[in-house]
């Protein structure tokens, strides 16, 4: 009974390598065709592309007026074009501003927190300096010199 189960098993293998063996001649074979047909494509539109160059050249040269009035319309067009889409650009700016940001909410200032002796015990705490003086906000008016009555300036 083995050799039964042992032969079905060898038959099965072989025609799976048989079918395989066919998959890869097919798909070799399509890959070829594919690649052929690609080729002759390419092939067709390089000489059509060569053909309507020559051509454009050619009759470039015979009206040469045409020629340059129809690439001064071309150029028209496209600057035409690009001036429509600036001021479209500008209306929807116009329209539609930039959201302003939000001003940045501060948070209350909190005090020190409370040092654990740890801390305490392993970093020496910095001497406070004290407050600065602010200047006053305005100067002090100027002395101005007392006249007397003879002429003499007392400062």
């Known amino acids: ?12 293998a072989e025609a799976t390598k048989a079918k395989a063996a066919k998959a890869g001649a097919t798909v070799k074979k399509a890959a070829t065709t594919a690649a052929g047909k690609s080729r002759a494509v390419a092939s067709k539109a390089a000489k059509r592309a060569d053909e309507v160059t020559e051509t ?56 020190p927190k409370p040092a654990s002796a740890k801390a305490a015990a392993a970093k020496p705490a910095a001497a406070k300096k004290p407050a600065a003086t602010k200047a006053p906000a305005h100067k002090p008016a100027a002395k101005k010199p007392v006249v007397k009555p003879n002429g003499a300036t007392q400062h």
Request: hydrophobic fraction near 50%; proline fraction near 6%.
């Open 56 to 111: 454009a050249v050619d009759t470039a040269k015979r009206h040469p007026v045409a020629a340059a009035a129809i690439a001064v319309g071309t150029a028209a067009a496209i600057a035409g074009a690009a001036f429509g889409a600036s001021k479209l650009v500008e209306k929807r700016k116009e329209a539609n501003p930039a959201p302003k940001r939000k001003p940045a909410v501060k948070k209350a200032a909190t005090g």
């Open 1 to 12: 009974m083995t050799t039964d189960v042992a032969k079905a098993a060898h038959d099965a």
